[in-house]
T-cell receptor, first 113, second 111 residues
Framework: NAGVTQTPKFQVLKTGQSMTLQCAQD?????MYWYRQDPGMGLRLIYY???????DKGEVPNGYNVSRLNKREFSLRLESAAPSQTSVYFC????????????FGDGTRLSIL | QKEVEQNSGPLSVPEGAIASLNCTYS??????FFWYRQYSGKSPELIMS??SNGDKEDGRFTAQLNKASQYVSLLIRDSQPSDSATYLC???????????WGAGTKLIIKP
């Protein structure tokens, strides 16, 4: 019963490198989300996908791109990593009904030097 | 900008006492309200959801909602050291149904 699976769990990058964070859910959820969480701050929405084939910007989209590959998978790409993108990244999914809660993956801890 | 406000804490409560966590929100049209628990270094975990005014109880946890005052709270009875965590309040944005998150309250249960 995996729920939401994120890979990798940890990553260290150099400034200017690119990478893709992977997220997959096995709950047949329609909506998926990418958040970042910085110390002392709440979750900030980067991008979301309300359904397969759609993506929308959240509160802090600059420097990121996303792909909703299929209903299960939603990836987050950093094209040219910057130290300001050092953070913990969480993927979440939700059935798609506004009354349903979001379920989170374990997170990716990303450091950019 | 729509906001959810929580006291950052830390809130220190003796073991066995009642812990009371509070959250206020600005979006008067919000319909769904959630409390998540987040242990240090872990991901948020849903512990309570509430949708209508009043109280909702689940074991040692009680969520209270007052839409007129735009206030939602979480009570934890018989607090245990394992309840020590950061508690996040989340509220749906009435314009797009996304969640608006508070920054969280750090709760410490002292043995």
């Amino acid at each position: 019963n995996a729920g939401v699976t994120q890979t990798p769990k940890f990553q260290v990058l150099k400034t200017g490198q690119s990478m893709t964070l992977q997220c997959a859910q096995d709950m047949n959820h329609n909506s998926m989300y990418w958040y970042r969480q910085d110390p002392g701050m709440g979750l900030r929405l980067i991008y979301y996908s309300a359904s397969e084939g759609t993506t929308d910007k959240g509160e802090v989209p600059n420097g990121y791109n996303v792909s909703r590959l299929n209903k299960r998978e939603f990836s987050l790409r950093l094209e040219s990593a910057a130290p300001s993108q050092t953070s913990v990244y969480f993927c979440a999914s939700e059935a798609g009904d506004s009354n349903q809660p979001q379920h989170f993956g374990d997170g990716t801890r990303l450091s950019i030097l | 900008q729509k906001e959810v406000e929580q006291n950052s804490g830390p809130l220190s409560v003796p073991e066995g006492a009642i812990a009371s966590l509070n959250c206020t929100y600005s979006d008067r049209g919000s319909q769904s309200f959630f409390w998540y628990r987040q242990y240090s270094g872990k991901s948020p975990e849903l512990i309570m959801s509430i949708y209508s005014n009043g109280d909702k109880e689940d074991g040692r946890f009680t969520a209270q909602l007052n839409k007129a005052s735009q206030y939602v709270s979480l009570l934890i009875r018989d607090s245990q050291p394992s309840d020590s965590a950061t508690y996040l309040c989340a509220v749906t944005d009435s314009s797009n149904y996304q969640l608006i998150w508070g920054a969280g309250t750090k709760l410490i249960i002292k043995p």
